[in-house]
């Protein structure tokens, strides 16, 4: 039986949707008039908190006022010091103590957009939380690297656990093996050690596993190495693939595309299509339009270099011959027929059986 094209929910970055009680606006604002002008003049460009939502690098700052990249970096780490040790700080700390407790309800580590994501709907806003987060004292940034994308946290035993875990967990996977989320969580909870139980739920692990670079999942919520042909999905060729497999069986190129569109919402025309799958050596031409994974064990080629195949390893009979090609090809009997009668490449012994010429 065909399996069905419709795909499981995908388990992607999810908005983690916060829901705080107190003005960002009006925390900001309090914040900044706690520090001289031009330390509130950077931290207002650099974290984009006036009328522009854009924020400025220490060097644009640095050429609005003919000052070095260093000067400007050495202003703005003062304005935050500046903050840190005022009245105003220390009378809002509910406030920040409720942004810390968010992050902990995530999981006590969280992919930057995700946070942000969660935290605001507007650009505005988010550069608000950017900068309370940088000004908090109990919420540390790790930069983007080649293995983690961005991320905050509140608790460096559990970040640690995670990081470790993470790599151990890609380590552990084939370059091209692929699992279902149920599994990829399963995996990923045995590599941790030493996390607090209230964290390893199904939601926070997810979430978890999307704080990696080197493992990702596919629009199927299949879970795998980042860079393996089953989880990245870059093109036609790759949704093509997700299709076929999904389907369980060989497809026509006409209906490939139509998946495309009914399955990933991504446009795919016929045409392009069929040249994209004749392109790539994943798919394998079974039948007339028909294409086959060739990771299900069929090997390219026309009809006449499938009988060479079988007919390589014995002599088969004429009824023989048409049941083991029929198992890799969807053609007629008649079209295998006239191949095997073609004594440029096939010949008839005496006992009736067929060989190669």
């Known amino acids: 039986m065909a399996k069905s094209t419709k795909p499981a929910p995908k388990a992607t970055k999810k908005k983690a949707k916060a829901e705080l009680s107190f003005d960002t606006q009006a925390l900001v604002k309090r914040l900044l008039a706690e520090v001289p002008e031009r330390a509130r003049e950077v931290l207002t460009y650099r974290f984009g908190l006036g009328t522009s939502s854009s924020r400025d690098t220490l060097e644009a700052i640095g050429e609005r006022w003919s000052i070095t990249r260093e000067r400007v970096r050495q202003i703005e780490a003062a304005g935050i010091e500046s903050i840190r040790a005022s009245k105003g700080f220390k009378d809002s700390q509910d406030s920040f103590k409720e942004l810390s407790a968010h992050i902990e309800s ?202 060479r195949t079988v007919l390589a390893k014995k002599s088969l009979t004429r009824e023989e011959v048409i049941k083991e090609v029929k198992k890799v090809r969807y053609v007629k009997d008649n079209t295998i027929l006239v191949n095997l009668g073609d004594t440029r490449h096939f010949k008839r012994l005496k006992d009736g059986t067929y060989s190669v010429a």
């Open 106 to 307: 995530l999981g006590g580590i969280v992919p930057e957009d995700v946070l942000l994501a969660g935290l605001a709907t507007d650009e505005k806003t988010r550069n608000r939380f950017r900068f309370l987060l940088v000004v908090g004292s109990s919420f540390f940034r790790e930069r983007e690297t080649d293995d983690f994308y961005a991320r905050w946290h509140v608790d460096h035993k559990t970040a640690e656990a995670v990081h470790g875990a993470l790599s151990r967990l890609y380590e552990s996977l084939d370059d091209a093996e692929v699992l279902s989320e149920g599994d990829i969580v399963n995996r990923f909870l045995d590599e941790l050690k030493g996390v607090n139980s209230a964290y390893q739920n199904e939601e926070i692990l997810k979430r978890w596993l999307t704080i990696s670079k080197t493992i990702g999942s596919n629009p199927l919520a299949e879970w795998g190495r980042a860079n393996a042909p089953a989880i990245r999905t870059k093109g036609i060729r790759d949704y093509a693939y997700l299709v076929i497999k999904q389907k369980g069986e060989p497809m026509h190129f006409a209906d490939v595309a139509k998946a495309i569109v009914t399955v990933f919402n991504k446009k795919a025309h016929v045409a392009t299509t069929h040249n994209e799958l004749i392109k790539d050596s994943r798919f394998v031409l079974v039948g007339r339009g028909l294409y086959a994974l060739a990771e299900w064990g069929y090997s390219p080629g026309v009809v006449r270099d499938v009988i």
